[in-house]
């Protein structure tokens, strides 16, 4: 009752002082094994446009992505974003649990919020019943969102797509040549289908401009000194125990500098592409997960293959996880 007196207050306040509304946001995850993710999700809360309401677990053990995402959104105060647990891929060893001694005494009851084992359905229910234009933040490969959306295509209509997928001119670490990335050869046929239907926008950051993108010197510093910060502090104690435990890389760095922060700019691109350069790339899908460039090619869309200034964007990007802008 409360809320229902509150609610035509708040309105007002945002047309008196001419507010832009925050956009409802849904975010379409992998989380759990590599750690970009859990940044992706501190910057989607520490972003004043955009209002997370439902995150979908994707590939893997769907149970342990989402204890992993609704640990961190406890950890935040924000138990108010409901979790589905997504297309579940089976039981995930250790080895791949890379943030799993986060977790490992963590049960998904213990979420104040609502968790949902029918997440595809539950996120279908959501997107339907959620009116106006909504961020659809998609990091990871999607064969959930992907089925939530083929139950109803026209919702996509009214929804904006940000993904990070694909590899055009660059690969990993910026360079030549391009490379098959990750969320794509996950799910080729996922991302296939996403974009064959109508989205009222998409945006997409490949490798070329998402995989050059770290924190390090004053940047990081300013984040791992952030104790006091619950979001921060929850967010380094996933790095900490991440970093050890991931076979792809020596990341005995952590302490200096960040991980590649790839899922960063597709959250970025919610709310600003102020930074990049976009151009319409008409592409094909290879099986092997690779995107190719094709005149010819049945997906098209705009993709961010420039920065005009990178640096500004990780200054930004450590201000907005500080809740500084």
Not at 1 to 28: D, E, G, Q, R, Y
Not at 32 to 53: F, K, N, T, Y
Not at 237 to 264: M, Q
Request: glycine residues 6%; aromatic residues 10%; contains cysteine.
């Amino acid at each position: 009752m409360f809320m229902k007196k509150l609610l035509p207050f708040a309105t007002s306040l945002v047309l008196a002082f001419n507010l832009t509304a925050a956009t409802p946001t849904i975010l379409s995850t992998d989380i759990g094994s590599d750690v970009d993710d859990v940044w992706a999700l501190a910057q989607i809360l520490r972003s004043p446009e955009l209002d997370l309401q439902f995150i979908i677990t994707e590939m893997g053990e769907s149970e342990y992505r989402a204890k992993v995402g609704a640990k961190y959104l406890e950890a935040c105060d924000r138990s108010d974003v409901e979790v589905g647990l997504g297309i579940d891929f089976g039981k995930m060893a250790d080895k791949d649990r890379h943030q799993g001694p986060w977790v490992e005494d963590y049960e998904l009851s213990e979420y104040s919020g609502a968790i949902h084992q029918d997440g595809v359905s539950a996120l279908l229910k959501h997107l339907q019943q959620t009116p106006g234009t909504i961020n659809v933040i998609a990091i990871g490969p999607a064969p959930s969102l992907a089925a939530a959306i083929k139950q109803d295509p026209a919702l996509a209509k009214r929804c904006r797509l940000l993904g990070m997928y694909g590899s055009f001119d660059r690969g990993y670490n910026g360079e030549a040549p391009p490379e098959s990335e990750y969320n794509v050869r996950g799910q080729p046929d996922a991302l296939r289908y996403l974009l064959s239907v109508e989205w009222k926008e998409v945006l997409i950051t490949p490798l070329d401009t998402c995989g050059i993108v770290d924190l390090e010197g004053e940047n990081y510093h300013a984040i791992w000194s952030s104790t006091q910060d619950p979001l921060l502090r929850a967010l380094i104690e996933n790095y900490c125990i991440w970093a050890p435990r991931v076979p792809w890389g020596d990341y005995s760095f952590f302490a200096t500098k960040s991980s590649t922060l790839f899922d960063n700019v597709a959250v970025y691109m919610a709310y600003s592409t102020e930074l990049l350069e976009f151009e319409e790339i008409q592409f094909d899908i290879k099986d092997d997960g690779n995107t190719v460039r094709d005149p010819d090619g049945p997906y098209k869309a705009k993709i961010a293959m420039e920065w005009t200034d990178l640096p500004a964007f990780e200054k930004h990007l450590t201000r907005r996880l500080q809740g500084l802008e």
